[in-house]
């Protein structure tokens, strides 16, 4: 073996191995303020006062990041919400301010940074378009039926999302979620066949839909239905086509008879999920600018890095200004319950605006 | 702090090769988490600064470890599984002094040149063409099994 021949193999096998290495999460800054195991378990040399000294260095940062990302977030309209705003026939334009629901207080551990004059941030308002005026004016006595499908994500957004909106008064809402569900397997569960199935009996007003954290994966060999695009990854043009295709599909069907749709687009996920459901969030936003009577959920733009394509574990709640916690510790692809709010906040102000426009 | 966050799996795998253990890696890099933070926004190459600090955090912990003989009270994360001639070749990774393996790493691994390996390991450029000569020698054996 010559020298170029053994530098390549060691290349490979040097990367083999770090492709190997296994990965747990990175310490949180409410890790690193109550001082981590591992650093007190080793002992040498580090003191208290390092800990100490690094959390609020660290703390001085997250200021910094959060005074930078909240001059960011004044500006929050999605592409779909950019593409219905040039086109909308019928508009709403009363400056929507966050409903006076409280955060869940937060402890220690959970809000990161607080801003200097933390206060209840107004969220853009979302412009809805409508080709079919609604049909029906909701009323305390005869409210919107509002259903809301979708994946695990669903099911945990529910109960925050209810406490909400139900202040409103006019609204009974349901939820039909299915755990580990999506658009790319409906060998596990198949939402256009069921929802076909479903929807004329339950005859929502307003569907509420999320979908997207099952779908970073290429289409099954066995899926008749994806055709060629089967085995292609998921940043292939075949997989976006077919993925495409199967949003039109459901935002046609759920936006129809008077229907109003609202998509909760994706809220990212780690570090190694990022790149591939930056891809089917892509596809969804321009999915839902091509669609009347659909009002997409910017969740990525709300739950993403300040750098836009990072993952964020700390994001600002716009109830309070505050600058916080979101992920599950134990699976941070998934929202803990403060990020669970934040998202039903958003959707919140979504629903309460279709609600003024019926 | 979130480009800070995505640093961490990547400085993983890299202490993980310099180290040869996950236990160890895991530690020295949350670790250089906790000296870096303070200063990642405001330094030129955040991200050199980062790999700087992992690199001499391995290096230090190896010393300290044989001084100490320390490293076993760390808490035990399962190691991977690997081929038979990758665990070979790790094998004989870990048999290199600690220079020899960071300079093998960081140059097969990252493709650093001799200038920012001699600057990481605090040697001569010169050193570090020494190093990575033996270090190959020594690899070749593994490899040609």
């Known amino acids: 073996m010559n020298d170029t021949a053994l530098e390549d193999r060691v290349r490979v096998m040097l990367q083999d191995i770090a492709d190997g290495t296994p990965i747990s999460e990175p310490p949180t800054i409410a890790t ?21 000294v690094g959390i609020a260095a660290c703390l001085l940062v997250a200021a910094v990041a959060i005074f930078n990302h909240r001059a960011d977030s004044t ?3 999605s592409p779909a919400e950019t593409a219905a705003n040039q086109t909308s026939p019928i508009e ?14 937060t402890n220690a551990t959970e809000t990161a940074v607080s801003s200097p004059a933390a206060t209840a941030t107004t969220i853009t308002p979302t412009v809805i ?5 609604p049909t029906r004016t909701p009323t305390a006595e005869d409210p919107a039926r509002v259903l809301v499908v979708g994946d695990s994500e669903a099911g945990l957004l529910s109960p925050n999302l209810q406490t909400m909106i139900e202040t409103t008064g006019l609204t009974s809402m349901s939820t039909d979620y299915q755990n580990s569900s999506g658009l790319v397997r409906p060998d596990f569960f198949d939402w256009p066949t069921h929802l076909r199935q479903s929807i004329p009996a339950a005859k929502p007003d307003i569907v509420i839909a999320v979908f997207g954290l099952n779908d970073a994966q290429s289409f099954s060999s066995t899926d008749t239905q994806a055709g060629p695009a089967a085995g292609h990854a998921v940043d292939s043009p075949e997989w976006r086509a077919e993925y495409a295709k199967r949003v039109d599909d459901l935002m046609n069907y759920l936006s129809a008879d008077g229907r109003t749709l609202i998509w909760v687009g994706v809220s990212n996920g780690t570090s190694d999920l990022i790149p591939r459901l930056a891809v089917q969030n892509d596809v969804v936003a321009a999915e839902a600018a091509k669609h009347q009577n659909v009002i997409f959920v910017d969740s990525w733009k709300h739950f993403i890095g300040i750098d836009g394509v990072s993952f964020a574990p700390y994001v600002l709640d716009p109830r309070d200004g505050g600058y916080k916690a979101v992920r599950d510790e134990t699976d941070p692809s998934n929202l803990n319950q403060i990020g669970q709010e934040i ?6 102000n979504a629903l309460r605006q279709e609600l003024q426009h019926r | 702090m979130s480009a800070l966050y995505d640093q961490f799996a990547p400085m993983v795998r890299l202490a993980h090769l310099i180290t040869g253990s996950t236990s160890i890696a895991e530690d020295v890099v949350q670790d250089a988490f906790l000296r870096v933070a303070p200063h990642y926004a405001n330094v030129d190459n955040p991200r050199a600064y980062l790999r700087a600090a992992v690199v001499n955090g391995c290096r230090s912990y190896q010393r300290r470890a044989i001084r100490h003989e320390r490293a076993s009270t760390l808490a035990a994360r399962p190691e991977p599984i690997y081929d038979a001639p990758i665990v070979e070749f790790f094998d004989g990774l870990r048999a290199l002094n600690d220079r020899q393996r960071a300079a093998v790493v960081l140059r097969y691994y990252l493709d650093l040149g001799d200038d920012e ?3 990481l390991i605090s040697c001569a450029p010169a050193t570090v063409r020494v190093l990575i000569r033996r270090a190959l020698a020594h690899l070749r054996k593994v490899v040609n099994q």
Request: no cysteine.
């Open chain 1, 32 to 52: 690193l303020r109550s001082g981590t195991p591992d650093l007190d378990r080793v002992e040498f040399g580090r003191t208290r006062t390092l800990t100490v």
């Open chain 1, 75 to 77: 500006t929050t309209v």
């Open chain 1, 92 to 105: 709403t334009s009363a400056q929507f301010t966050t409903p006076s629901v409280a955060p869940t207080p």
């Open chain 1, 129 to 133: 378009t409508h080709n079919v005026a």
């Open chain 1, 343 to 348: 998202l039903a906040t958003y959707i919140d």
């Open chain 2, 117 to 119: 390996i001699a600057e």
